[in-house]
């Protein structure tokens, strides 16, 4: 009855966190309507006309909140994001209607066409400020044919000359030398914030305070508005409320019952009904902290697979800011070449830690406990287990991102996180099916990716695996085979397509770089070959397993010699790829094809020699306590600090200084809060949903009946 009754519970939640998805919610997050309704071309001609006239002290509060030159244009900047929060403060009133900011952003092509502008009569050299006025030298700043480094090399150069210019105004005739289309200039804009009356467009707005960008053919495109309260509930957020309050309830009800039976009955909480407490906090907490060594346990996991997470989250923390706007471009692009950079840019690289660590688990821990027979007699329980045992905080994440989260904060650059909710409003079955790496533009959890793969390699798991539960030589000829047929088969694919080496690089176009992501940074053949290695140590290691492993000192110290020189090999291959003057497709393929299963390799070893005696201080240190919560909660961490980030990251409300120590301690931020949500998470939403499941397909025992329970209860507090 109690395995009833949790699978119906479990059903109902599942249920009830799809069921959302069932509203007739609207795609878009912004109300579209809003902007369209408050245009009109009259009130804002009459509201332009009053401020001009009557306010200066508004306009210069609309002025102070908008369009400006951006700050470091000489250090390759072209972003000022003005003043969000003033910008949509300000309200006025003026006749029936009021004057309330609106913020949008507008994109000025550096190649404009044929623009009706006034030349300047020559400022002779030596003259008085009251003279003639000199032609800038654009032409030798926009010329430039060469990549990146040089650009920024000639920005240098300009930046001296331009500065004992003052900023042009009075004569009637300019002229500039234009951007050539062969630059890459060419394609830079200047994204300048905008602040104006709501009524107004950017454009009218601009031909009335500004110049007449219309007459002078200037060139400029509206990115985006925003109003206040432009981001209206929808029933997908009435819905999460729900569902969470749901949680909550129960959680607190649950909590109660749990400290009742603990505080009040001696001995109580082991007679309380296990489906009741199953979302207690205390009992949840207490369980996550608590690590006991149990036998056959490979304990160098907890230090590894939390070190991996926290190089993900270091990773991820300098590419999302890398991403933003910085008065100092250059210099994020010198450090991003440097040999200083490696310990960040190579850090894609411990996703196939990840890889490696599940495949090796699921070999340990299976063979030996179950027949081949016995595998594809229950493959549907092997399937089901690990699909229940991945949902609960994966559904919660995607849940929260098609709806609370957009409500968390707002910023400048908002529509980043909104286009990440309506992708999972529109696309919530692709990550939930893990199908979504295959599918263009579909994910809206950012390193989700990965749990496709994953779930991909076990479902293609048991084919392996029927052979290794069998005799070894099968198993031996078996894990040989896939792994040279995938070696093979990625290495041809590899170099047919001709990928890069990374996902930027700097000699290579933006097309270049769409192409690796989708074909092969997220395809399973290109990522699973350190899944296969993975199985292969996983044997190894059930092998061994309570033997002693005799090993001659050369043999250990030559394998630790080679694993180190490799890994390092494989890290360092990320630093040539990141020069200006990179381009080898021969060793494109052969890092592309052979670094990924050798940092497996290494991996691997590290694991078996720390498991067996051979790992000296590395396996003191990776057998630490100290990585076993945050190697519990590395799940939770993985599937929810991209979104964290997102989310900090686009609430910034002005361009900012790159630097490495500035954004290292944004990484010890973005890892505390990400172990806070994932703690939070774990409890409320992975523990519970974990006994749940237990309950539902088995494995776990419910207790007595609760009104067993409560007699026996009253019978200790009598005695």
């Known amino acids: 009855m109690a395995k009833l009754i949790s699978l119906i ?17 609207p795609r878009h997050v912004f109300d579209t309507e809003l902007y369209e309704s408050v245009l009109d071309e009259e009130l804002c001609e009459a509201q332009l006309s009053y401020l001009i006239t009557n306010n200066t002290m508004l306009t210069a509060e609309f002025l102070d909140a908008g369009i400006r030159l951006p700050r470091g244009i000489l250090q390759g900047n072209f972003v000022d994001l003005g003043y969000y929060q003033q910008c949509l403060a300000i309200s006025e009133n003026f006749e029936a209607s009021d004057i309330e900011g609106k913020y949008c952003m507008i994109n000025v092509p550096m190649v404009q066409d044929e623009l009706n502008l006034p030349v300047l009569p020559e400022w002779p050299e030596g003259s008085e400020r009251s003279g003639d006025w000199p032609k800038l030298p654009w032409q030798q700043l926009f010329s430039v044919t060469r990549p990146h480094s040089d650009m920024f ?50 454009r009218q707005f601009l031909d009335t305070v500004f110049i007449n960008t ?28 729900g569902v969470f309050g749901f949680i909550i309830l129960i959680t607190v009800l649950s909590t109660f019952y749990d400290l009742y039976f603990t505080a009040i009955c001696k001995e109580g909480s082991k007679k309380a009904n296990t489906l009741v407490k199953s979302f207690s906090v205390y009992t949840n907490t207490r369980r996550l902290l608590t690590f006991n060594s149990v036998p056959g346990t490979l304990e160098s996991l907890d230090g590894i697979r939390s070190i991996s997470m926290m190089w993900v989250i270091i990773g991820h923390t300098y590419a999302t800011n890398g991403r933003g706007h910085f008065f100092n471009r250059q210099e994020m692009f010198t450090w991003m070449h440097s040999f200083s950079a490696l310990w960040v840019v190579a850090s894609p690289i ?20 179950i027949t081949p027979k016995g595998l594809f007699k229950n493959i549907h329980l092997f399937y089901l287990h690990r699909l229940l045992r991945m949902f609960p905080i994966l559904a919660t994440a995607v849940f929260l991102q098609a709806s609370l989260f957009n409500h968390l904060s707002d910023g400048p650059e908002w529509h980043i996180v909104v286009d990440k909710v309506e992708r999972c409003r529109a696309y919530w079955w692709a990550t939930l099916t893990y199908v979504q790496n295959y599918l263009v533009d579909t994910r809206c959890i950012g390193p989700s990716w990965y749990l496709a793969v994953d779930m991909q390699l076990h479902i293609l798991s048991p084919l392996i695996l029927f052979w290794m539960l069998g005799r070894r030589r099968s198993a031996w000829i078996a894990l040989s085979l896939v792994i040279l047929v ?16 990374a996902s930027f690089v700097p000699t290579r176009t933006r097309e270049d770089a769409n192409h690796y992501l989708r074909y092969y940074y997220h395809n399973t053949l290109t990522r699973c070959s350190p899944f296969f290695v993975g199985m292969l140590f996983g044997y190894l290691l059930n092998m061994y397993k309570s033997k002693q492993v005799h090993m001659a000192r050369w043999f250990v110290a030559l394998c630790w010699f080679c694993a180190f020189v490799v890994s390092a090999g494989i890290i360092y291959s990320s630093y040539p790829v990141l020069q200006m003057d990179w381009d080898s497709p021969f060793w494109d393929g052969i890092i592309n094809s052979f670094a990924r299963p050798g940092w497996a390799v290494c991996v691997g070893w590290v694991i078996f020699a720390c498991t067996h005696g051979y790992g000296g201080p590395v396996n003191w240190f990776l057998s630490l306590r100290m990585w076993k919560l945050p190697s519990r909660l590395s799940y939770a961490m993985y599937i929810f600090h991209y979104s964290l980030m997102v989310i900090v990251n686009t609430t ?12 290292f301690y944004r990484f010890l931020a973005d890892f505390v809060t990400a172990f806070i949500v994932a703690f939070v998470a774990t409890v409320l939403v992975d523990s519970p949903f974990s006994t749940l499941i237990k309950m539902a397909i088995g494995g776990s025992k419910t207790g007595k009946a609760t009104v067993k329970t409560k007699q026996g209860c009253e019978g200790e507090n009598n005695q």
């Open 9 to 25: 519970i479990f059903v109902i939640c599942l249920c009830s966190v799809g069921a959302f998805f069932e509203f007739e919610a």
């Open 153 to 202: 090399r000639n920005l240098q150069k300009v930046r001296t000359e331009a500065a004992k210019y003052s900023r042009m105004t009075g004569p009637d005739d300019m002229d500039f030398m234009r951007i050539t289309e062969d630059s890459p200039m060419a394609n830079e804009v200047f994204r300048l914030a905008v602040c104006l009356p709501k009524a107004c467009t950017p």
């Open 214 to 241: 219309t007459s002078v053919g200037l060139q400029l495109t509206e990115e985006y508005c925003r109003l206040r309260n432009d981001k209206p509930f929808a029933p997908v957020d009435y819905a999460a409320m």
């Open 350 to 369: 411990s996703v196939d830690t990840f890889f490696l660590l599940s495949g090796l688990l699921i070999v340990y821990t299976s063979v030996g406990k």
């Open 486 to 501: 995938v070696m093979v088969v990625s290495t041809t694919y590899n170099y047919l397509n001709k990928f890069q080496t």
């Open 652 to 663: 910034s409300v002005s361009t900012s200084h790159f630097s490495v120590e500035r954004y």
